[in-house]
């Protein structure tokens, strides 16, 4: 069950995005929301003087706490409960992000992502590519030119993994508690090539139920991989949300050669719901003593 979802905001038109999917998700989940925006510069703030931060566009701590602030005020106008906080980066917003869902035993972590290349992500480490790493709990990521749809078309990828089935059970979840019609879709890259497409199409539609699926599809992953077989799909179906799972690969495997969900972020034209097979996160927190918080009203 979904009850406790993580908002992760900064200052970017996807964030925006981001709010207003937790917002809709909060209020048809009867959730809660905690917005956590990560202060990436509190110290390059306090030692240089107002006009000069502004010249140089960084953010001082009194625009981080407006930011949360606001955001807080727009959730709870459309009645849902949510707080907020701001919390100091200590050289990586990502762990800070994954330490505060674990801390808050988030179910779930929405945030935008921004539109850069594949290889800067690589190479200095994307914080919507590491977070769906690295979180502990589903991560929902809002690509950018991806829609902020209704949330009542949803797409499943399945090619039965552990992470499939947990996307196939997250799914049904969501189909249930939002009415929505759901797509399976299996797209073989032939990895799994033991079990028979048909058949994990079939299961995966049996666990969400008959009354929820509005068709089934099965599909060669063909030279473009699993990711660009599921992109169509979504775009034709007009989703308002893409499902998928991640295998269980290394923290260094899957930051260096990346996969189908790495690939979806910088293709799917929706947001994006990556769930994981369940295991912690192989990011450790930094020790309590070294952070600090604060909380916005």
């Given amino acids: ?47 240089y003087d107002a006009e000069t931060l502004r010249r140089e566009n960084v953010e001082t701590s009194m625009e981080a706490s407006t930011l949360v602030r606001r ?13 907020g906080t701001v919390r100091p980066s200590r050289g990586s917003t990502v762990r800070e992000i994954v330490a505060a869902a674990r801390e808050g035993r988030a179910d779930l972590l929405v945030m935008g992502a921004l539109g850069v290349s594949r290889w800067r992500e690589l190479l200095v480490g994307g914080v919507a590519h590491a977070a769906v790493q690295l979180a502990p709990c589903p991560v929902l990521i809002v690509p950018q030119g991806g829609k902020a749809g209704d949330l009542r078309r949803l797409v499943v990828g399945v090619d039965g993994s552990t ?36 058949t994990i199409a079939a299961d995966a539609a049996g666990a969400i139920g008959p009354d929820r699926v509005a068709a089934v599809r099965v599909r060669a992953a063909g030279k473009g991989g699993v990711a660009s077989a599921l992109q169509p799909e979504a775009a034709d179906y007009d989703a308002d949300l893409l499902v998928v799972g991640r295998r269980g690969r290394s923290t260094l495997q899957r930051l260096l050669l990346g996969g189908v969900s790495e690939r979806l972020l910088q293709i799917a034209p929706c ?20 952070r600090a918080t604060t909380t916005v009203q």
């Fill in 1 to 47: 069950m979904i009850s406790q979802i993580l908002l992760a905001i900064d200052r970017s038109k996807q964030a925006l995005k981001a709010q207003q999917v937790a917002g809709k998700l909060g209020s048809s989940l009867s959730a809660e929301v905690e917005v956590l925006h990560i202060h990436e510069t509190p110290l390059t703030a306090s030692v």
């Fill in 71 to 83: 955001a807080v005020a727009a959730l709870r106008d459309r009645g849902i409960p949510a707080s």
């Fill in 271 to 290: 947001p994006l719901l990556v769930a994981h097979p369940p295991g912690r996160s192989e990011i450790e927190d930094p020790p309590a003593t070294q």
């Fill in 163 to 198: 992470g499939a089935a947990r996307a196939a059970e997250l799914t049904c979840e969501l189909a249930h508690r939002l009415g929505a019609a759901v797509l399976v879709v299996h797209a073989s890259d032939g990895s799994l090539a033991e079990q028979e497409p048909d």
